[in-house]
């Protein structure tokens, strides 16, 4: 890779040895994937909860964080993904002291690196969204598919340490989706119903990460009828990353490089109609009768998404535990509106900071005898199953229906 | 003896028995690294131990999460030998650089259908990068 004078000196150890590791890492990727050069970041995102670091990542990090602070001090702003827990409501979700300790030991150490512990995965609808042509290093897949297609910025899917790296060195290898060659569509799809619920766009961005079912795949959607909300391509991108490993996507009429990047004359690879996203959903829903849990999750929900659960919860009361997962951000508006005490008054527990499946599911799955679980998150039910859940996914109001009788209508 | 060549490569030359499936790899969605077996119900591999095997898939899946579990994984022993892919994507890449693991990517060939599951196999991340099968079971 070619390196500049400042890369140099970084690798020479010159800027000290987090920033001497970082750029060896980012220069043993790059060469994988053939990078030429470095290009400059303007935002890292860092996804980080202990269940991934585990014990001997926040060890790392705390080596990192001991080093002096002109050394470890991160260069670029960098945020991070969710957290492992909402420490305020811990003992209600049964996790176990040593989880909470491990949670403060790698939060003081991000922050010894200069780290922003936003503990959001929705940070492009409240931190800094990002702009067209923006080179970013974003961790959390749906946080990239978002910046890339709707936003049309400039991000590989970049793992904590990787994140971490570039914000140390300020940079990131030239490579995958910074290349304006890699961001072409290559394979076209036709949607002959656009959804209407947020399940529903889970649902077409499951069915087409399926098709895509790999990363240097970038599938371009015709056929949506009207502009989608934010909200809507949130759940349409995060499930189609989390099914295909997909990072970019193209919707013709809707997201800022479609026109270009789309050859409309391709053959469409495959039509996908409304019972296609019947069949997906039904996939998932067979498998439960009696539900355990609920939870609103994956991503993090918006101001909006608590407005309208909150509406649906009025004068109903849920049996069995509900929960709904927002961020730090968002959590003080929903406090300030009244949402968050219209959801608890119906039995809910809004948790800020967190996501599910990023919080020990599987020993808060023990420890609270949780086996079946409802969400309007596709992304969810992909995940959960290799947790030891039984997930079904079901629209916003089916999960507050099956909140309040504990079954599937 | 038969070898395939590969596009890209790193970590240290091993060898070990190959598990393989026409299935993809995500250390999140697909494995209990506790008891270190496959645990999402619809894996090709579900059930089955993953430790000290060289795992020969498809294609990187999944999210983020693996950059850092590779790493945990190898701290604590519970993990794969190498890991054998058609298709990559970056968190796989920047999991093995990160965790100093062995992988392997970028075949002419649709490697899973041409190595025999048990087989006795070597991963030589040297250049040219390349997967060899010592025996087959």
């Not at chain 1, 409240?126 to 970013?136: A, R």
């Not at chain 1, 909300?229 to 013709?252: N, P, R, Y």
């Not at chain 1, 391709?266 to 067979?286: G, K, M, W």
């Amino acid at each position: 890779m070619h390196l500049t004078d400042e890369e140099s000196a970084m690798l020479a150890g010159e800027a000290g040895p987090a920033r001497q590791w970082a750029i060896e890492h980012q220069m043993r990727v790059g060469r994988y994937f053939g990078a030429a050069d470095f290009v400059g970041v303007s935002q890292a995102h860092v996804m980080a909860d202990t269940e991934s670091l585990g014990l001997a990542g926040v060890e790392w990090l705390e080596r990192l964080s001991a080093l002096p602070e002109s050394e470890r001090r991160v260069r670029i702003p960098t945020i991070t993904d969710p957290r492992g827990t909402d420490f305020a409501a811990a003992a209600r979700l049964k996790q176990q002291d040593w989880m909470l300790a491990l949670e403060r030991r790698a939060i003081a150490a991000f922050e010894a690196l200069g780290v922003l512990m936003t503990d959001t995965c929705i940070n492009y609808q409240t931190i800094m969204p990002p702009v067209l042509g923006e080179h970013l290093a974003y961790g959390d897949t749906g946080v990239v598919i978002y910046a890339n297609s709707v936003l049309g910025a400039r991000t590989n899917f970049e793992g904590g340490p990787s994140a971490l790296a570039a914000g140390l060195t300020g940079r990131t290898p030239r490579y995958g989706f910074h290349l304006p060659k890699t961001r072409r569509a290559t394979l076209l799809l036709r949607v002959e119903h656009t959804p209407r619920e947020l399940h529903d766009w889970g649902a077409l961005g499951g069915i087409v990460g399926r098709i895509a079912g790999d990363y240097w795949q970038v599938p371009a959607l015709l056929g949506i009828d009207r502009i989608p909300t934010s909200d809507e391509l949130k759940h349409f991108g995060s499930a189609l990353a989390s099914f295909g490993s997909v990072a970019l996507f193209h919707m013709v009429g809707v997201t800022p490089e479609a026109e270009h990047a789309v050859d409309p004359s391709h053959a469409v690879t495959a039509t996908i109609a409304e019972p296609d996203l019947r069949a997906f959903q039904a996939s998932y829903r067979n498998c439960i009768d009696t539900v355990d849990v609920v939870v609103f999750s994956s991503p993090q929900l918006s101001l909006l998404e608590l407005r309208d659960l909150a509406a649906m919860l009025d004068g109903r009361r849920a049996t069995i535990p509900l929960l709904v997962v927002t961020s730090p951000q968002v959590k003080p508006d929903a406090d300030r509106f009244g949402i968050t005490s219209r959801i608890e008054a119906a039995g809910g527990l809004v948790l800020s900071g967190m996501c599910f499946y990023q919080s020990y599911a599987r020993e808060m799955a023990e420890a609270n005898g949780w086996q079946t679980l409802v969400t309007s998150s596709a992304k969810l039910v992909n995940i959960l199953g290799g947790y030891g859940y039984r997930p079904a996914l079901l629209s916003m109001q089916e999960c507050v229906d099956a909140a309040c009788s504990g079954r599937i209508a | 003896m038969i070898a395939f060549r590969a596009v890209a490569a790193m970590g240290e030359r091993v060898r070990g028995r190959a598990l393989v499936a026409k299935d993809g790899f995500s250390a999140r969605y697909d494995l209990d690294r506790v008891k270190g077996v496959f645990s999402r119900p619809e894996h090709r591999l579900a059930g089955q131990s993953y430790v000290d095997r060289i795992l020969v898939l498809d294609a990187a899946k999944g999210g983020v999460a693996t950059a850092w579990m590779l790493h945990e994984m190898t701290t604590r022993g519970v993990m794969p030998a190498a890991l054998v892919l058609n298709r990559v994507n970056p968190i796989m890449v920047q999991g093995a650089a990160f965790a100093a693991f062995t992988m392997i990517s970028g075949f002419a060939v649709d490697i899973t259908a041409l190595v025999p599951n048990g087989a006795l196999v070597e991963v030589d991340p040297s250049d040219p990068p390349c997967l060899r099968i010592l025996a087959t079971p």
